[in-house]
T-cell receptor, first 115, second 115 residues
Framework: GESVGLHLPTLSVQEGDNSIINCAYSNSASDYFIWYKQESGKGPQFIIDIRSNMDKRQGQRVTVLLNKTVKHLSLQIAATQPGDSAVYFCAENGGRGGSNYKLTFGKGTLLTVNP | GAGVSQSPRYKVTKRGQDVALRCDPISGHVSLYWYRQALGQGPEFLTYFNYEAQQDKSGLPNDRFSAERPEGSISTLTIQRTEQRDSAMYRC?????????????FGPGTRLTVT
């Protein structure tokens, strides 16, 4: 399969630890943000989203934090599992009134979970 | 249920040839998106449809690239007179766009190699 992990920031964690993946976005007008997970050889898979009127949103084992002041987004994964190993991308919508059609993706972070 | 499908999964073509990449979105999804993804990078927006109407084609690199979705379902991305720089993974995504559900579901992609 293809590798999407070349020349990417990497994060290596032990199974069971918590992971934090960070993303700096560029457009202060963006009002919708998404985290995607991409496993090798597959397309990006939606994890969680957040709108700019929130600063925190929780899902199953994942939490997204948004700091609009410094244009920073983070993804926290609790009790990281080997199946979480993948490249993680943040994406922003550039501020189109909440529609998300034209997403701009960040560079991605490769998460490796060691058993 | 069935996800987004793309065909062919791999395409090797000679420089100067035309290629047509097909995307079959999830049934009932209103919006369809085309992205290009270089190795180690996030997807880059190319164009977007609501039903059969092309809403935004600002991401298409030049006039050799075109896309259509004539019946509001299947879409074709066509690249004329291919060049080596067109080599990339081309990904399609679709979203439901009802009641605030804008999550984009990505297909497996078509790996295009221009020799």
């Amino acid at each position: 399969g293809e590798s999407v992990g070349l020349h990417l920031p990497t994060l290596s964690v032990q199974e069971g630890d918590n992971s934090i993946i960070n993303c700096a976005y560029s457009n202060s007008a963006s009002d919708y943000f998404i985290w995607y997970k991409q496993e090798s050889g597959k397309g990006p898979q939606f994890i969680i989203d957040i709108r700019s009127n929130m600063d925190k949103r929780q899902g199953q084992r994942v939490t997204v934090l948004l700091n609009k002041t410094v244009k920073h987004l983070s993804l926290q994964i609790a009790a990281t599992q080997p199946g979480d190993s993948a490249v993680y991308f943040c994406a922003e919508n550039g501020g189109r009134g909440g529609s998300n059609y034209k997403l701009t993706f960040g560079k991605g972070t490769l998460l490796t979970v060691n058993p | 249920g069935a996800g987004v499908s793309q065909s062919p999964r791999y395409k090797v073509t000679k420089r100067g040839q035309d290629v047509a990449l097909r995307c079959d979105p999830i049934s009932g999804h209103v919006s369809l998106y085309w992205y290009r993804q270089a190795l180690g990078q996030g997807p880059e927006f190319l164009t977007y449809f609501n039903y059969e109407a092309q809403q935004d084609k600002s991401g298409l690199p030049n006039d050799r690239f075109s896309a259509e979705r004539p019946e509001g379902s299947i879409s074709t991305l066509t690249i004329q007179r291919t060049e080596q720089r067109d080599s990339a993974m081309y990904r399609c995504a679709s979203s439901l766009n009802l009641r605030g559900s804008y999550e984009q579901y990505f297909g497996p992609g078509t790996r295009l190699t221009v020799t």
